[in-house]
């Protein structure tokens, strides 16, 4: 076979290193490791990124979907780390970052009638590697329910209530299920969310959430003080977002904890 020119390895005379050279916006069928045991197969949109020295023109760019295949679709917070490991010795580099955006779904009863309903929650998985130092950060997207305190202690009758976003993320020293961060997340809220609802289950979380008024500043601190009770978890940040139904604007609140 004819020998083909390496431009990639070719030097590069302007002194200038790069902090992040590689793919990004790949889907990828994975499949995800479930708290009960079993895996739930979906796609995640992956980003593979290496340093380049200021010597080298450019990197191989077939070499990170090499890498990708090679680990097959199993995805879980035990076998990722080993991505970005090897990207740095396939490409020679002094660090990696990888990161897997996923739709991941759970199965809900309605709280009356216990109709199953599938909820979907973003979930992201993410690594930055130096060396044999790793920084591990699992995030999960959980939307909820808040209902206004202060429009239902104003209101003769009924209270503003929205939908509303909670951005978790969270390192840890042992490995946590997606399941339990986003339970953590929907205790905190004035109600959780369901995909399907018949008439006694839609009166339930409607009274539900107007026993339990939350403030976008009450949402982040009830997940913050669960959250401390954690011992596992080294370091969280907590966004809420609220789509506001009476304004023209969102609220918004976050918390983030030192690391350890």
């Known amino acids: 076979m004819e020998e083909l020119k390496d431009t990639q390895n070719e030097p590069d005379f302007r002194n200038l290193a790069i902090d992040r050279v590689g793919v990004k916006n790949l889907r990828f069928p994975v499949d995800v490791r479930e708290k009960a045991g079993g895996t739930q197969s979906t796609v995640a949109t992956v980003s593979l990124a290496v340093d380049l020295p200021h010597h080298y023109k450019g990197t191989h760019m077939s070499r990170f979907v090499e890498v990708l295949n090679s680990h097959g679709p199993v995805l879980d917070v035990r076998s990722l780390p080993r991505i970005p490991s090897e990207l740095m010795a396939r490409l020679d580099a002094q660090r990696a970052h990888i990161e897997f955006r996923f739709p991941f779904f759970l199965s809900k009863a309605a709280p009356v009638t216990g109709a199953q309903g599938l909820m979907d929650y973003d979930v992201v998985f993410e690594i ?133």
């Open 128 to 260: 930055d590697s130096k060396g044999d130092e790793q920084d591990f950060v699992l995030t999960v997207c959980v939307p909820v329910t808040t209902l206004c305190p202060c429009s239902k202690a104003i209101s003769a009758r009924g209270a503003h209530n929205q939908r509303g976003q909670v951005t978790f993320s969270v390192r840890f020293k042992e490995p946590v299920w997606i399941e339990d961060l986003i339970a953590l997340v929907e205790k905190c809220a004035s109600c959780e969310l369901y995909s399907l609802l018949k008439r006694p289950d839609e009166k339930e979380v409607t009274e539900r959430a107007y026993d339990h008024p939350v403030f976008v500043e009450d949402l982040v601190r009830n997940v913050a003080a669960l959250s401390d009770e954690q011992e596992n978890l080294t370091w969280y940040k907590v966004e809420a977002e609220n789509f506001e139904s009476i304004h023209n604007h969102n609220a918004y609140a976050v918390i983030e904890k030192p690391a350890e």
